[in-house]
């Protein structure tokens, strides 16, 4: 739910009487540091940096048509949340996608700029990790595959 997080050490703490490994983690964005029990890291959803296969395959994600829904925003709305904070790329690639809207096409609501700038966010903050660039620059890669991807499938479309 926090998004990429670094582990900087691995503690032993007691609580209540019993002995703990615990991950510190530190979030650099939110500026926090959480402790988690290493016993619970997967429950809580901790996991490595994706592949480079998953990675691949959200970039080519954000290289196809967006898929446009026509049921209500409400609805939408937490079907988008709930693919971001399911942690899988593909998924909050796939909201990227979907929420992304080219110079040339009508602006987004508030929502839906919020939704989209958390998604972009997320990915970003994992493909700078994975690729070692600072997070504007992962951020301008994505923007850039959407803005080519937009060029693709807008050039069809006539100008009302």
């Known amino acids: 739910k926090h998004g990429v997080g670094r582990v900087i050490e691995l503690q032993r703490s007691e609580i209540a009487g019993m002995t703990l490994e615990l991950y510190v983690l530190r979030f650099e964005k939110e500026r926090m540091t959480l402790r988690v029990p290493t016993n619970k890291a997967e429950s809580v959803g901790m996991r490595k940096l994706s592949s480079d296969k998953t990675m691949r395959e959200a970039m080519d994600t954000l290289k196809g048509k967006p898929k446009v829904k026509r049921t209500m925003w409400s609805r939408r709305a937490q079907e ?42 997320r990915l970003a903050r994992e493909l700078a990790a994975m690729e070692e660039l600072d997070e504007p620059k992962a951020q301008e890669k994505i923007l850039d595959i959407l803005r080519a991807a937009a060029a693709i499938y807008n050039k069809d479309k006539v100008p009302a």
Do not use: C, H, M, W
């Open 80 to 121: 988008y949340e709930a693919k971001i904070n399911s942690g899988d790329l593909v998924s909050i690639a796939e909201v990227v996608r979907d929420l992304f809207r080219a110079d040339d096409q009508p602006e987004q609501s508030y929502s839906e700029r919020q939704i989209f700038e958390g998604a972009t966010s």
